[in-house]
């Protein structure tokens, strides 16, 4: 799975081919455009703090199956050429409650940082075709 997942990113982002879907939203600013400043984490945060972070919105979506849930938001590097790429695949206990955008600060984040991020999407419990094990396989 992660072969064809290395293969749809390689042939989107950096081929540039006609699979990379570009989302792009109103009034949005987006990762390469600007900056977001952090305040430094003195303790354990609880979900609300997590959700109220400041973040950009992601680049581009690469969409890498036939389901709505089978895509990666793509955040890029700020003013540099990558130092490297995550492909990040958000937790959540396989539960459809806890889906990709509570990992949206973080992806801002690394972006900032000079990483290409590819933050993965996917069906998890609660969603057709979704839940533990399925879900290794969505």
């Not at 989302?23 to 984490?41: D, H």
């Not at 990558?82 to 509570?102: A, S």
Request: aromatic residues 14%; glycine residues 10%.
């Amino acid at each position: 799975m992660l072969q064809k997942f290395l293969r749809i990113f390689l042939s989107s982002v950096l081929l540039q081919t006609s699979t990379c879907i570009v989302a792009v939203g109103s009034g949005a600013t987006y990762a390469a455009e600007s900056e977001v400043t952090y305040e430094p984490v003195v303790s354990n945060v609880n979900f609300d703090q997590v959700i109220s972070l400041p973040f950009t919105a992601s680049d581009r979506t690469i969409v890498y199956g036939d389901d709505p849930l089978q895509f990666g938001e793509v955040w890029s590097p700020v003013g540099t050429a990558p130092r490297g790429l995550i492909i990040f695949v958000h937790g959540g206990c396989w539960l459809n409650e806890f889906d990709l955008q509570y990992s949206y600060a973080m992806s801002t984040a690394l972006a900032q940082a000079g990483y290409l991020v590819w933050s993965l999407e996917y069906r998890r419990t609660g969603d057709a075709g979704g839940g533990w094990h399925a879900g290794a396989n969505t």
